[in-house]
T-cell receptor, first 113, second 114 residues
Framework: EAQVTQNPRYLITVTGKKLTVTCSQN?????MSWYRQDPGLGLRQIYY???????DKGDVPEGYKVSRKEKRNFPLILESPSPNQTSLYFC????????????FGDGTRLSIL | TQLLEQSPQFLSIQEGENLTVYCNSS?????LQWYRQEPGEGPVLLVT?????EVKKLKRLTFQFGDARKDSSLHITAAQTGDTGLYLC??????????????FGKGTSLLVTP
């Protein structure tokens, strides 16, 4: 089954403790991206990747890192999480770019205390 | 960032009514996508519109892309409770020099009651 898998689905942690949210897709997609969704602010793009080893900043990249060492994986790293990063995070992928259908994961709800 | 304004923000209607939601921008997009998101899930693509003036139909849903490719609308005929959800429009920046980001509107939250 074609899917985008995020882990964990839920995480409660404390300020400053490094964490990684994994994202994996099995559709051989080139374009992958991360979003955060907050009430009143909608979906905002954090980082995107056009292909392996190619990443670029979205609208809200501060406090986040990403890597794209393999085509299927696009982890989101919070080196020193802070409470303002409490949010619902989505990973998405598409065949080649932003103008093609995006396939979203089911989301990761992060709470930073 | 190319802003997409969606209206209305919230809409509550009864089953059988018709409705239209709008997605407007001052920027030109090469394409616009519409998604529906249900609680606890990621957005799911409904349709992509590419050509100015294009109209696409998906059962009771009709999508239109403005002639100037800056705006779009979604019309639902005879709404059903299963249409309840958050409707999002998204435009890609590849028509400009802003890279390959995808910008979403804040969404229209639709509640259809029996």
């Amino acid at each position: 089954e074609a899917q985008v898998t995020q882990n964990p689905r839920y995480l409660i942690t404390v300020t400053g403790k490094k964490l990684t949210v994994t994202c994996s897709q099995n559709m051989n997609h080139e374009y992958m991206s991360w979003y955060r969704q907050d009430p009143g602010l909608g979906l905002r793009q954090i980082y995107y990747s056009m292909n392996v080893e190619v990443t670029d900043k979205g609208d809200v990249p501060e406090g986040y890192k990403v890597s794209r060492k393999e085509k299927r994986n696009f982890p989101l790293i919070l080196e020193s999480p802070s409470p303002n990063q409490t949010s619902l995070y989505f990973c998405a992928s598409s065949f080649q770019g932003p103008n093609q259908p995006q396939h979203f994961g089911d989301g990761t709800r992060l709470s930073i205390l | 960032t190319q802003l997409l304004e969606q209206s209305p923000q919230f809409l509550s209607i009864q089953e059988g009514e018709n409705l239209t939601v709008y997605c407007n921008s001052s920027s030109v997009f090469s394409s616009l996508q519409w998604y529906r998101q249900e609680p606890g899930e990621g957005p799911v693509l409904l349709v992509t519109v590419v050509t100015g003036g294009e109209v696409k139909k998906l059962k009771r849903l009709t999508f239109q892309f403005g002639d100037a490719r800056k705006d779009s609308s979604l019309h639902i005929t005879a709404a059903q409770t299963g249409d309840t959800g958050l409707y999002l429009c998204a435009g890609d920046s590849s028509y400009s020099n802003s890279g390959y980001a995808l910008n979403f509107g804040k969404g229209t939250s639709l509640l259809v009651t029996p």
